[in-house]
């Protein structure tokens, strides 16, 4: 029986060893946490954070300003970045010049990275701290040299200066480059301060040194003037024409200065009452063609006696008065101060130096001005000599 007992006890004691095998090894299965660490714990997408992230946008940005300038800076402006997942976006900024990246990073180009001709666009990259989004390009904007029609330069000339003015392209009085014929431009003077602005300045002369216009006659006798021939007598009128360069105007502006020869009349010693005679001894401004003259303003030389006299100056001892259409569209001084009877000489006082004038055309015209030199008797009796002549239109 002992035998059969032992013999019990090693099956019994076998049976145990195999059944805490088994359940150690159902422990182990039981406690591996390999399912938690792929569902709970693992950093594996940590270490790729791009596969599970969507890359953020961004809207094309624009260059301003638009049209850009040689002198121009150029800002990028507009982009705005965005992202399905929520995340924060910031803007990148770089540019293209021509196509090619110039390496500038930033939401400013300065002048010195391009030049006139040059195509510019802003790049925006978007980024969200993990990936970068596509890029985004605005619009090609080609480098002008200025505004068209500005007059700043050559290449963009004004029709006139008025239209420089209400373009909003002036930078005060000085000189601009004008076409108002299309045919090239040019540089003219600009007012464009005295009764707010946007006179072209049409002739600048100064006898001195400039050739006398049109029928003016060089005088032989006094340097620096233009007469009507003090030699010879010549014609009672001599004419000028003014070019306006086909710029429609309103308006003239203008001023001379002058020396008087002898005994000039004023409107006095029974002078014609036609515009288009030797209605007065005088520098006349006119507008349109014999018959259908508009007056437009008259310096007028007076005998400058202190006795009583109808040539004196209208108002001054006995003058006679302007005609009706000259109205007081006019100015009238005498270079003889010495209160007698002017001697037969060229008078030295400068007269009517800083009298200007402006003075209404009417409707707008592009007709040239006309300066006439008139007098009553001949040169050798009397006369005007101009020493420089001024004028605008607008």
Same mark, same amino acid.
Do not use: K
């Given at each position: 029986?002992?035998?059969?007992?032992?013999?019990?006890?090693?099956?019994?004691?076998?049976?145990?060893?195999?059944?805490?095998?088994?359940?150690?090894?159902?422990?182990?299965?039981?406690?591996?946490?390999?399912?938690?660490?792929?569902?709970?714990?693992?950093?594996?997408?940590?270490?790729?954070?791009?596969?599970?992230?969507?890359?953020?946008?961004?809207?094309?940005?624009?260059?301003?300003?638009?049209?850009?300038?040689?002198?121009?800076?150029?800002?990028?402006?507009?982009?705005?970045?965005?992202?399905?997942?929520?995340? $924060?976006?910031?803007?990148?900024?770089?540019?293209?010049?021509?196509?090619?990246?110039?390496?500038?990073?930033? $939401?400013?180009?300065?002048?010195?990275?391009?030049?006139?001709?040059?195509?510019?666009?802003?790049?925006?990259?978007?980024?969200?701290?993990?990936?970068?989004?596509?890029?985004?390009?605005?619009?090609?904007? @080609?480098?002008?040299?200025?505004?068209?029609?500005?007059?700043?330069?050559?290449?963009?000339?004004?029709?006139?200066?008025?239209?420089?003015?209400?373009?909003?392209?002036? @930078?005060?009085?000085?000189?601009?480059?004008?076409?108002?014929?299309?045919?090239?431009?040019?540089?003219?003077?600009?007012?464009?301060?005295?009764?707010?602005?946007?006179?072209?300045?049409?002739?600048?002369?100064?006898?001195?040194?400039?050739?006398?216009?049109?029928?003016?006659?060089?005088?032989?006798?006094?340097?620096?003037?233009?007469?009507?021939?003090?030699?010879?007598?010549?014609?009672? @009128?001599?004419?000028?024409?003014?070019?306006?360069?086909?710029?429609?105007?309103?308006?003239?502006?203008?001023?001379?200065?002058?020396?008087?020869?002898?005994?000039?009349?004023?409107?006095?010693?029974?002078?014609?009452?036609?515009?288009?005679?030797?209605?007065?001894?005088?520098?006349?401004?006119?507008?349109?063609?014999?018959?259908?003259?508009?007056?437009?303003?008259?310096?007028?030389?007076?005998?400058?006696?202190?006795?009583?006299?109808?040539?004196?100056?209208?108002?001054?001892?006995?003058?006679?008065?302007?005609?009706?259409?000259?109205?007081?569209?006019?100015?009238?001084?005498?270079?003889?101060?010495?209160?007698?009877?002017?001697?037969?000489?060229?008078?030295?006082?400068?007269?009517?130096?800083?009298?200007?004038?402006?003075?209404?055309?009417?409707?707008?015209?592009?007709?040239?001005?006309?300066?006439?030199?008139?007098?009553?008797?001949?040169?050798?009796?009397?006369?005007?000599?101009?020493?420089?002549?001024?004028?605008?239109?607008?």
């Amino acid at each position: 029986m002992s035998r059969v007992l032992l013999l019990l006890l090693v099956l019994l004691m076998a049976c145990n060893d195999g059944r805490l095998s088994s359940t150690d090894d159902d422990d182990v299965a039981n406690d591996d946490d390999s399912g938690d660490v792929v569902d709970d714990d693992d950093d594996s997408g940590d270490d790729d954070d791009s596969a599970a992230n969507t890359p953020p946008e961004a809207t094309p940005p624009v260059v301003d300003p638009d049209p850009l300038y040689a002198d121009s800076t150029a800002n990028c402006l507009g982009s705005v970045g965005s992202d399905v997942d929520g995340d $924060e976006v910031t803007i990148r900024y770089g540019w293209l010049v021509g196509g090619v990246d110039p390496g500038i990073v930033g $939401e400013e180009l300065t002048p010195d990275e391009f030049t006139v001709g040059d195509s510019v666009q802003c790049v925006a990259t978007p980024s969200d701290g993990i990936v970068d989004g596509a890029a985004a390009i605005s619009p090609a904007v @080609i480098v002008q040299s200025c505004p068209a029609g500005s007059g700043w330069l050559a290449e963009c000339p004004g029709d006139s200066c008025r239209t420089i003015l209400e373009g909003g392209f002036s @930078i005060g009085d000085g000189d601009y480059w004008i076409d108002p014929m299309g045919t090239g431009a040019f540089e003219a003077f600009c007012d464009q301060t005295t009764d707010n602005g946007g006179w072209t300045r049409i002739i600048n002369q100064n006898y001195s040194t400039d050739l006398c216009p049109g029928a003016w006659v060089p005088s032989s006798q006094f340097g620096g003037l233009c007469t009507r021939d003090t030699s010879s007598g010549g014609d009672p @009128i001599r004419s000028a024409m003014f070019d306006v360069w086909d710029i429609p105007y309103t308006e003239v502006r203008g001023h001379i200065s002058a020396h008087q020869y002898a005994s000039c009349d004023a409107f006095g010693d029974s002078p014609p009452t036609s515009i288009d005679d030797t209605y007065a001894d005088t520098v006349s401004f006119t507008v349109g063609a014999p018959g259908s003259r508009t007056h437009l303003f008259s310096y007028v030389f007076g005998f400058g006696t202190l006795s009583s006299d109808d040539s004196n100056c209208p108002g001054q001892s006995g003058g006679a008065p302007p005609h009706p259409w000259v109205g007081a569209s006019y100015v009238c001084e005498s270079g003889n101060t010495s209160g007698g009877g002017p001697s037969g000489t060229w008078q030295p006082q400068l007269m009517f130096n800083g009298s200007w004038f402006q003075s209404p055309v009417g409707a707008a015209t592009t007709q040239d001005v006309e300066g006439r030199l008139i007098a009553t008797s001949s040169s050798a009796d009397e006369d005007l000599g101009v020493t420089e002549v001024t004028l605008f239109v607008r």
